[in-house]
């Protein structure tokens, strides 16, 4: 720093008066330690001013070069912004179109020609032989195209909303678990997730065989599968938890995405379930599950569903808006409109989406379950994990996944072992989970069958490990219905579920709804039994957003009517989600 102007130049005669020069450097000094004091007050302004134009992760204001002081450490270690991200509308190929809805005019007429023809002696023979060994119409299943179309599902509102675009997704390994499954079946739910899957999305397909013993899955499977570059096969024993873990242990997609071996997807039906896991990567969100009828397979629209148990461990089903406001608001807040994801206390089924890296690390799966067929009581496991553990179960609305509904399980556990392979499963859900409650479950269940204790200190270990909450917290948040009332012993009680009215078809058809006169109710590709009429909250404001990393995009909204060539000027709803799920991953 050049000295001030009051002192004496290098080179001039010094003063002969000592005391003023003495004088003079007391000044420098003091106006030297000034503007020191000054610039590091400058420098410390200018490192922990935030800069609002860097990237996340940016070292903006760090010294380059040399070390820095604590100030730029503080900086520096810090939280970076968190990148924002513009949601944008589905794609093209997600909605539907007169193309696709032709497509479906065909294959039903293809349909219902092949189930009121007349049969020959063999194709009786043929068509009962499959319904035994595989118990749905493998005969109808073999004349129908592996890739088939079916209408469009989704609500109305679905067309419209926005989501995380593709490039931010994460990418996806599709698990799809088998044993002895007819070869028409199983290849059209591949065709399926194929063609029906944003290829930049789709990482894998990972079939699971689990000791298949028919010929063509060693002759034939193979070959067939080497038309899909994306597939694999592995080999795993019979269980359904070990070809899981096995498949899980090799994946290499960002999310897990568990499939039964009897499924068709429909049109976006994985950009909505990978849109919620990117914005939390502790959530397992389901799809809506449609049903596929074993007799005839017609693709039936399914309801908005949520699972839940009583005190014995049995898995009960109830329509969603039938459910106690109370636990709504508990579980999961306040939903802005019928088509939001809403949470629930377990899934209602095996078929989910997940983040690979909690899935493992929490390990998801209790390999000490066992499971050769009908869900044994995992997706009750998986989902107290999920709650007591950091994470939280959710139904996306928005996605439709249809599974054939067979007449009975083709390939049961052993006669006999089925009761034992319950019990057992359940002994230890209520001893790993149950805490003080694991009383009550025993008392409750000790009539159903034998009990068949194992040992359980790994999993006990593993709850321990991963800081889970106590069962009570999950009685008191997730699953208030089940605390219900006391018994004159003092033990709490099932409180059932609401079930839907006596004799409601579980999967309404479209044509059984009434025919509003919404504008766009008369799109015939797109299901009729959604809402005509406009829920009030579904354009309410959003608030907080300064705090949601996913910010709606400008620009034109998508055409609510697929088949209307003119512009939409409809409003898009606003991003729901708005201020939730946007902790950061810590596996990432």
Same mark, same amino acid.
């Given at each position: ?20 020069? !003495? ?19 400058? =420098? ?27 100030? /730029? ?106 044993? #002895? +499954? ?21 990482r894998e397909i990972i079939l699971v065989d689990r000791a298949s013993t028919l010929p063509w899955i060693t002759d034939e499977l193979p070959t067939e599968l080497a038309a899909y570059p994306k597939t694999r096969l592995i080999k795993s024993g019979r269980g359904i938890f070990a070809g899981r873990m096995a498949a899980a242990s090799v994946a290499t997609g960002d999310a897990l995405v568990f499939l039964p071996s009897l499924t068709e ?32 397979? +017609?693709? @039936? ?27 709504? +608001?508990?579980? =999961? ?5 019928? #088509? ?14 997940? #983040? @690979? ?112 909450? $106590? ?25 059932? $579920? /609401?079930?839907?009215?006596?004799? +409601? ?21 797109? !299901? ?28 034109? /909204? ?31």
């Amino acid at each position: 720093m050049p000295a001030p102007s009051s002192a004496p130049k290098s080179g001039t005669q010094p003063s002969k008066k000592p005391k003023s020069t !003495n004088s003079t450097t007391g000044t420098e000094t003091w106006v030297v330690l000034l503007g020191v004091a000054l610039a590091i007050f400058c =420098g410390y302004i200018f490192v922990t001013t935030p800069n609002t134009t860097s990237l996340p992760n940016s070292n903006s204001g760090v010294n380059s070069g040399g070390a820095s002081s604590p100030a /730029e450490d503080s900086a520096a270690s810090s939280p970076s912004p968190q990148k924002k991200i513009e949601l944008v509308p589905l794609t093209a190929d997600a909605l539907p179109s007169t193309a696709k809805l032709k497509q479906v005019q065909r294959h039903e007429a293809q349909r219902l020609s092949l189930l009121n023809t007349a049969r020959s002696a063999d194709e009786e023979t043929a068509s009962a032989e499959g319904l035994e060994l595989h118990k749905y119409n493998e005969w109808l299943s073999n004349k129908l195209p592996r890739f088939r179309m079916a209408y469009d599902t989704r609500d109305l509102q679905c067309l419209r909303r926005k989501y995380v675009p593709n490039s931010d997704l994460p990418s996806a390994s599709v698990i799809i678990d088998f044993h #002895n +499954e007819a070869k028409s079946g199983l290849l059209r739910t591949v065709e399926n997730v194929v063609k029906r899957t944003p290829p930049e999305l789709l990482r894998e397909i990972i079939l699971v065989d689990r000791a298949s013993t028919l010929p063509w899955i060693t002759d034939e499977l193979p070959t067939e599968l080497a038309a899909y570059p994306k597939t694999r096969l592995i080999k795993s024993g019979r269980g359904i938890f070990a070809g899981r873990m096995a498949a899980a242990s090799v994946a290499t997609g960002d999310a897990l995405v568990f499939l039964p071996s009897l499924t068709e997807v429909n049109d976006g039906w994985l950009e909505p379930l990978l849109d919620r896991v990117k914005r939390n990567p502790k959530v397992i969100v389901a799809p809506v599950l449609d049903a596929i009828e074993s007799d005839s397979l +017609e693709w @039936r629209t399914g309801l908005t569903m949520q699972g839940s148990f009583d005190w014995a461990l049995n898995t009960q089903i109830a329509q969603f808006e039938t459910e106690p406001p109370l636990a709504v +608001e508990k579980r =999961g807040g306040k939903r802005r409109g019928k #088509n939001d994801p809403y949470a629930v206390p377990i899934l209602q089924h095996d078929l989910f989406v997940v #983040n @690979r890296a909690w899935f493992l690390s929490s390990q998801m799966h209790d390999p000490g379950m066992e499971s050769w067929g009908e869900p044994t009581g995992h997706n009750i496991e998986v989902s107290l994990k999920a709650w007591m553990c950091g994470g939280k179960v959710e139904v996306v609305p928005c996605s439709h996944v249809a599974v054939v509904n067979r007449l009975a399980d083709p390939h049961p556990m052993q006669p006999g072992d089925i009761l034992v392979t319950v019990r057992r499963n359940r002994d230890r859900i209520a001893n790993v989970w149950f805490d003080e409650y694991a009383d009550t479950y025993f008392a409750t269940s000790s009539k159903t069958a034998v009990s068949t204790h194992t040992d359980t200190t790994e999993r006990k270990t593993l709850r321990d490990t991963l800081k889970c909450k $106590p069962f009570e917290w999950y009685l008191t948040n997730i699953l208030p219905e089940l605390s219900g009332a006391k018994a004159e012993t003092g033990t709490p009680q099932p409180k059932q $579920p /609401e079930q839907p009215p006596v004799g +409601e078809d579980p999967f309404a058809d479209a044509d059984d709804e009434a025919d509003s006169a919404a504008p766009d109710s008369a799109d015939p590709q797109v !299901n009729a039994n959604s809402d005509p009429f406009a829920d009030d909250n579904d354009d309410e404001e959003s608030s907080g957003d300064s705090a949601d990393p996913f910010v709606e995009s400008e620009g034109d /909204e998508p055409n609510l009517d697929p088949f209307d060539d003119s512009d939409s000027d409809s409003t898009q709803d606003a991003d729901p989600f708005d201020g939730e799920d946007t902790e950061a991953d810590p596996f990432l």
